[in-house]
């Protein structure tokens, strides 16, 4: 696995296809899906069939009925198997007809990162799993996620961002800079620290927070809650936390995010504050501003003086350019 995902994602070669060619193999790549989900029933069916002959036993249903259900099952299974097959087919033409745009109105970065993704020796339209070193955000053992064809369409074409999308952005920026001697930031794993984790798992989540929150200066935590993601970036060797929102009117009381509560139960009392930040003028926005946030702080405020200078001071909406050259940063920074 670890080859393939070196080879997916090294620079690009003079022997590795074309975006061109790599869309030409869709076909032959469907059909050997197909294959395969063949093979998997037919195994479906082979079990079933050799259970329903088994010895009766009291209370065990006879061949007869056994065999009824093989039909049903199988039924169930091909149907799932048509389903996953109709799925990827969509995303996968979804995939080549952005090519066009793409070329037209995308910074270089982003085209290279499309045609690294559909030409990563694989179907384009199946996912990416990721392993996640447990150093990165201070996890107890490794642990894995996967990029779906949905979330690169998503990330393409300015729609809500799924989490993965995040995470992995941390995961590059802390392979970037989180062995340099200069680096005073620690990362949250986004997965774990959800309002949805913080309300039902809590005692995880505490336990989590305990280990992860300690031995850097500052911590970046995107957070989501409900559809909404926000950043707060913890100083606890400061007194202090920042939560930067997006959203206009947004709440600026720490008693709106669950997470803060759990992260003082950790570090102990703080002061927050709501600078600020550029403001999203439509819904989707919030995941490609919380990225810009982290890029800009890790790669620049983190060493400015922080937090005795505060950065942000300006609520204008952040310009296509500057979101397009985020998503090309996110290409450009995934070194699995």
Excluded at 31 to 36: G, I, L, P, S
Excluded at 175 to 199: E, Q, Y
């Amino acid at each position: 696995m670890q080859a393939e995902r070196n080879e997916a994602f090294s620079p690009r070669q003079d022997d590795v296809v074309s975006s061109g060619q790599g869309r030409n193999n869709v076909s032959s790549i469907t059909n050997v899906a197909k294959v395969d989900c063949i093979k998997e029933l037919r195994k479906e069916m082979q079990a079933e069939h050799n259970e329903g002959f088994s010895p009766r036993q009291n209370g065990i249903p006879s061949s007869g009925q056994r065999s009824s259900n093989v039909g049903s099952t199988t039924s169930i299974v091909k149907l799932d198997c048509i389903k996953a097959e109709n799925e990827k087919a969509e995303n996968r033409k979804k995939l080549m007809d952005l090519e066009h745009d793409i070329q037209l109105n995308k910074p270089k970065s982003v085209l290279d990162g499309y045609n690294r993704w559909m030409c990563r020796g694989g179907d384009c339209a199946e996912p990416y799993n990721i392993c996640v070193d447990k150093e990165v955000f201070r996890q107890v053992d490794e642990s894995y996620f996967a990029i779906n064809a949905t979330d690169i369409i998503e990330l393409l074409t300015n729609q809500e961002l799924e989490c993965g999308i995040l995470t992995l952005f941390e995961m590059s920026l802390y392979h970037l800079k989180g062995r340099s001697s200069l680096n005073r930031v620690g990362f949250l794993n986004p997965g774990l620290i959800t309002a949805d984790a913080c309300m039902f798992e809590n005692w995880a989540t505490l336990d989590y927070l305990t280990r992860a929150l300690e031995g850097y200066d500052f911590y970046l935590a995107p957070y989501l809650q409900g559809r909404h993601y926000v950043l707060f970036i913890i100083c606890p060797k400061h007194g202090v936390a920042f939560i930067l929102n997006s959203s206009k009117g947004s709440s600026k009381t720490e008693e709106t995010y669950r997470l803060a509560g759990l992260v003082e139960s950790v570090v102990g009392g703080l002061r927050w504050e709501f600078p600020d930040v550029n403001r999203q003028p439509f819904d989707w926005e919030c995941g490609f501003y919380v990225m810009k946030w982290m890029h800009d702080f890790v790669l620049k405020y983190q060493n400015d003086n922080f937090p005795n200078i505060v950065p942000w001071s300006d609520e204008r909406p952040i310009e296509n350019k500057e979101l397009n050259a985020i998503i090309g940063a996110w290409f450009t920074l995934w070194r699995d």
